[in-house]
């Protein structure tokens, strides 16, 4: 069966690191999603990308960069980890076969920053 | 500045209430979607609804989107604690989607 993937599950990492969450699916889904979820904000949109070369800011996308270099992968790095961006990650993909923007969404990465 | 609000923030039901959650905005969307969220989980999509006064209905679960298609609400009929989770609505927003910040949802056996 198809499906969207996340890694790690859960990650605690220093501030100033780097740290990069991996996203994969086997959807073929041209359109591929990162989502931040804390507690009364809901899911906002880091970054997104409509295909391979192609990735566009989100509505939180400072400290955050992406880049989509095949169909199946969309990775997401935090450039230099801030307290601030610990949160739940979500990946989410949506493509041909669904309506528009309906989305399928990975379980999530649990990154802390100490 | 929330583009969609959803109220209430939390609901606690005895098991076979009913419950209304609702999700507004002063924008006019072309798409809403409903999905739950179970804890340690991602979302997932209960129904799209695209047209103006469109009422959808999952089993126990009744969606309507408002004539001028800036609203929804959620109705669950005779509540079951397997319908305890976070619902989300989210706004198709030229083919991003911009989520309320949802309704938490327990259902008490």
């Known amino acids: 069966d198809a499906e969207i993937t996340q890694s790690p599950r859960h990650k605690i990492t220093e501030t100033g690191r780097q740290v990069t969450l991996a996203c994969h699916q086997t959807w073929n889904h041209n359109n591929m999603f990162w989502y931040r979820q804390d507690l009364g904000h809901g899911l906002r949109l880091i970054h997104y990308s409509y295909g391979v070369q192609d990735t566009n800011k989100g509505e939180v996308s400072d400290g955050y960069s992406v880049s989509r270099s095949n169909t199946e992968d969309l990775p997401l790095t935090l450039e230099s980890a801030a307290s601030s961006q610990t949160s739940v990650y979500f990946c989410?993909?949506?493509?041909?076969?669904?309506?528009?923007?309906?989305?399928?969404f990975g379980e999530g990465s649990r990154l802390t920053v100490l | 500045t929330q583009l969609l609000e959803q109220s209430p923030q939390f609901l606690s039901i005895q098991e076979g209430e009913n419950l209304t959650v609702y999700c507004n905005s002063s924008s006019v969307f072309s798409s809403l979607q409903w999905y739950r969220q179970e804890p340690g989980e991602g979302p997932v999509l209960l129904v799209t609804v695209v047209t103006g006064g469109e009422v959808k209905k999952l089993k126990r679960l009744t969606f309507q989107f408002g004539d001028a298609r800036k609203d929804s609400s959620l109705h669950i009929t005779a509540a079951q604690p397997g319908d305890t989770g976070l619902y989300l609505c989210?706004?198709?927003?030229?083919?991003?989607?911009?989520f309320g910040a949802g309704t938490t949802v327990t259902v008490r056996a």
């Open positions: 989410a993909s949506s493509g041909p076969g669904t309506y528009r923007s309906e989305l399928f």
């Open positions: 989210a706004a198709d927003n030229d083919y991003k989607l911009s």
